[in-house]
T-cell receptor
């Protein structure tokens, strides 16, 4: 079956521009997560959506980062006024519910020049 | 502090040998642990998980051991194959009332020598 998909796979942007990253979770999964992975590092939690509950935004590094999940399915991560330190791979995951295994997408590699 | 750590950044094993990758965690309230495998250019792939009411769980060629007394987690891979070469991450989930977010370790690179 279809897994988690993300788009674009690669994004190069100039410093100061806004970017939007998209995640399509596995159908029927109520939980959706965004993580960030810098080169050679582990994954850093950003934000979590569970059904209609208020999202857990505790991992967002600054107010330049925001995310939405429309209709309980597709999610968009927006980074405003990008900085070079935002360069990383942004990974999306979904799970049937919290405390179940999370299935990851292939990620979006963001490069801020 | 909030951290999940791995004891070795790189592990090199001979094809056919068994591999053991270790992980230490710091939060005794964590109740769910997962091992992920990440190949170059791909997202992490679920390998095996274990809940805190267990101390051992087996999958196909993999075994996860959990020692809550010393807050230690290990992944054992039997008869390691070249296709097992990847970065392995342990992750923990922080107990009841949490939101399901995972705290990841830094990763151990497994290199399988033919």
């Amino acid at each position: 079956g279809a897994g988690v998909s993300q788009s674009p796979s690669n994004k190069v942007t100039e410093k100061g521009k806004d970017v939007e990253l998209r995640c399509d979770p596995i159908s029927g999964h109520t939980a959706l997560y965004w993580y960030r992975q810098s080169l050679g590092q582990g994954l850093e939690f950003l934000i979590y959506f569970q059904g209609n509950s208020a999202p857990d935004k505790s991992g967002l590094p600054s107010d330049r980062f925001s995310a939405e999940r429309t209709g309980g399915s597709v999610s968009t991560l927006t980074i405003q006024r990008t900085q070079q330190e935002d360069s990383a791979v942004y990974l999306c995951a979904s799970s049937l519910n919290r405390n179940y295994e999370q299935y990851f997408g292939p990620g979006t590699r963001l490069t801020v020049t | 502090g909030e951290s999940v750590g791995l004891h070795l950044p790189t592990l090199s094993v001979q094809e056919g040998d068994n591999s053991i990758i270790n992980c230490a965690y710091s939060n005794s309230a964590s109740d769910y642990f997962i091992w992920y495998k990440q190949e170059s250019g791909k997202g992490p792939q679920f390998i095996i998980d274990i809940r805190s009411n267990m101390d051992k769980r087996q999958g196909q060629r993999v075994t996860v051991l959990l020692n809550k007394t010393v807050k230690h987690l290990s992944l054992q891979i039997a008869a390691t194959q070249p296709g097992d070469s990847a970065v392995y991450f342990c992750a923990e989930n922080r107990g009841s009332g949490n939101t399901g977010k995972l705290i990841f370790g830094q990763g151990t690179t497994l290199q399988v020598k033919p």
